[in-house]
């Protein structure tokens, strides 16, 4: 039992390259969440989605998509990078409401853009 | 907007010394949530507190929801340099939100 894995876990693009990010979850969660990490603002919701072929703005999703066609998978898009962009990213699952929301999250991609 | 704010943000301590971080919010949450993040890796969900007053341990590691629900407390005894590392707390406003707030969370370090 993996749990959530994130496929890469470094990178580096250069201003107006694009990418995309890979979250796996191996424990049939309905919820995925895709977080940015920076230091002094804490966690920060991208985009989430509640279930296979959903996907729902978070805090701050311009410059991201995202797409949910399989229930296990949650892949994350930049489309052109900026180095705004440069953080870590976390992805997170969850089996729902009955739970809290108990996230279990990947062990992050940290990604600089140039 | 639910915000959590967290205090201290920074704290250092010697290995044996005792510490509280504290979670305060002016709203009310279904529940609260602390986790421990380690350099490097994802945050880890340590506890789910459910009840206004309900008081958790786990291990050296004591646990606490304000009894209006706004606001919790996590207490450390005899401090590990294994405890270092950035906590955080998370509230479930409920109400089928989906989304959890997160706190900023303190990061602390513990010296041998």
């Known amino acids: 039992n993996a749990g959530v894995t994130q496929t890469p876990k470094f990178r580096v693009l250069k201003t107006g390259q694009s990418m995309t990010l890979l979250c796996a979850q191996d424990m049939n969660h309905e919820y995925m969440y895709w977080y940015r990490q920076d230091p002094g603002m804490g966690l920060r919701l991208i985009h989430y989605?509640?279930?296979?072929?959903?996907?729902a703005k978070g805090e701050v999703p311009d410059g991201y998509n995202v797409s949910r066609l399989k229930k296990q998978n949650f892949l994350l898009g930049l489309e052109s990078a900026a180095p705004s962009q440069t953080s870590v990213y976390f992805c997170a699952s969850t089996r729902g409401e009955v739970h809290s929301y108990e996230q279990y999250f990947g062990p992050g991609t940290r990604l600089t853009v140039t | 907007t639910q915000l959590l704010e967290q205090s201290p943000q920074f704290l250092s301590i010697q290995e044996g010394e005792n510490l509280t971080v504290y979670c305060n919010s002016s709203s009310v949450f279904s529940s609260l949530q602390w986790y421990r993040q380690e350099p490097g890796e994802g945050p880890v969900l340590l506890v789910t507190v459910v009840t206004g007053g309900e008081v958790k341990k786990l291990k050296r590691l004591t646990f606490q929801f304000g009894d209006a629900r706004k606001d919790s407390s996590l207490h450390i005894t005899a401090a590990q340099p294994g405890d270092t590392g950035l906590y955080l707390c998370a509230g479930y406003s409920g109400a089928g939100s989906y989304q959890l707030t997160f706190g900023k969370g303190t990061k602390l370090s513990v010296i041998p």
């Open positions: 989605s509640v279930g296979e072929g959903t996907t």
